[in-house]
């Protein structure tokens, strides 16, 4: 079960090594590290659980360790100047590597201090929820939030190499599971017929953990996202697919402040919008919509919005997504299982219909 994918960019081409028990492998670790200095960034509720693997890995090297409290809260201006600092005080060089070894919180800020430090230094990311392993720590979007807005200031900075040990997954809490099997299923939906065929006969092993599962879901995933990233690194057309059910999901976790819904549910529930709407306007079949409706359920995510939410609000938080141009709400619409396209100019009346029904 050992597997490596490669995300191909030329020069900043690198590797996604996936195997369970791969942080006990000091070898693949050393092999992924630059020069002499190394930051170690965790959170505190992985650092207990998984760190001790990575610092054995590091007894040649002149490192240190900054490990910050968990949650999205932490993705700030004040946890990026703890990281650069903790890298000044290191002394860390332009070989230096920073290890993001966590979530997606830990994979954006850590990315986003290795992109400014000296202006690019080596990162590794160590992707420990199902959510990062799968989409965060591939593809090299890096950012920090503002109390204006979520990933407001970030930056394109490849990792040299991610490294996934899927036994680390065997901590993650139930619900972080679920929401990041909501991104698998984004990947069959939107690209893979065949992926999402799988993803119906395995839905039970993918909950129960089983090894073999979940390192295909991931392999499988990774294929997907290293693909689509190599065409089009800066999201200048293609990349945008990666975002169905994504602007829906937004507005859903800004109505809730981002205390409420998992970024995970929120896309589940997004992508059954999308559905929606795109059956309604005629480009896919209301039996494609069950068949998501049926593998989100089935996998113990919502598929509908928390009642009480204001449709019209819920639109006006769509019309400030970063990927709308001005002004018209761009969205990614489905074709049916397997097949999705970016559509501008969506009728906003549409797109409120598609909110009232469910709420
Ligand atoms: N850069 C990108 O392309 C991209 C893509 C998608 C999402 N994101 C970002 O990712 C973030 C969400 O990431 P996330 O869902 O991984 O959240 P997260 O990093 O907050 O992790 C979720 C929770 O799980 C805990 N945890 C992590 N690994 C664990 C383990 N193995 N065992 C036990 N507990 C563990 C964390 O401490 C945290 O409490 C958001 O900030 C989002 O904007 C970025």
């Not at 995300?7 to 670790?29: K, N």
């Not at 999402?196 to 395995?202: C, G, I, P, Q, V």
């Not at 507005?251 to 205390?259: I, K, N, P, Y």
């Amino acid at each position: 079960m050992n597997v490596t994918v490669h995300v191909e960019l030329g020069a900043r081409s690198y590797p996604i090594h996936i195997a369970p028990g791969l942080l006990q492998q000091t070898e693949r670790i050393t092999a992924a590290l630059g020069g002499r200095h190394v930051l170690l960034l965790s959170d505190a509720n992985v650092a207990p659980l998984h760190a001790p693997a990575v610092r054995r890995a590091l007894s040649r090297h002149r490192w240190s360790e900054t490990v910050l409290p968990p949650g999205e809260g932490e993705k700030n201006l004040d946890r990026f100047g703890e990281v650069v600092r903790a890298l000044a005080e290191l002394g860390a060089s332009r070989d230096a590597t920073l290890i993001a070894l966590g979530g997606g919180v830990i994979g954006d800020l850590g990315g986003f201090a290795a992109a400014c430090w000296m202006r690019g230094i080596r990162l590794v990311q160590m992707p420990t929820t199902l959510l990062a392993m799968v989409d965060s720590s591939v593809g090299g979007k890096t950012a920090i939030d503002l109390p204006q807005g979520k990933n407001l200031v970030g930056a394109f900075h490849q990792p040299s190499a991610v490294l996934i040990d899927t036994d680390t997954l065997a901590t993650l809490p139930d619900r972080e599971l679920r929401a990041g099997l909501a991104e698998v299923v984004k990947y069959g939906a939107i690209l893979d017929a065949d992926f999402f065929a799988w993803l119906e006969r395995h839905a039970e092993d993918l909950l129960a953990r089983e090894p073999a599962a979940l390192v295909e879901a991931i392999e499988r995933s990774c294929r997907h996202k290293a693909a689509v990233v190599a065409r089009d690194e800066t999201e200048q057309g293609e990349r945008a697919l990666l975002n169905f059910g994504h602007t829906f999901g937004h507005a859903l976790e800004a109505e809730q402040a981002f205390a409420g819904l998992r970024h995970g549910e929120a896309v589940a529930i997004g992508m059954v919008r999308a559905a929606w709407l795109s059956a309604r306007l005629g480009l896919s079949a209301d039996a494609d919509t069950l068949r998501l409706v049926r593998l989100l359920q089935r996998l113990g995510l919502p598929t509908a919005p928390p009642p009480g939410l204001d449709p019209v609000r819920l639109l006006a938080r769509m019309r400030l997504d970063k990927k709308n141009l001005s002004g018209a709400l761009r969205l990614i619409l489905w074709r049916g299982i397997g097949q999705a396209e970016i559509a501008e100019g969506v009728e906003e009346g549409q797109v409120l219909k598609a909110w009232s029904a469910a709420l």
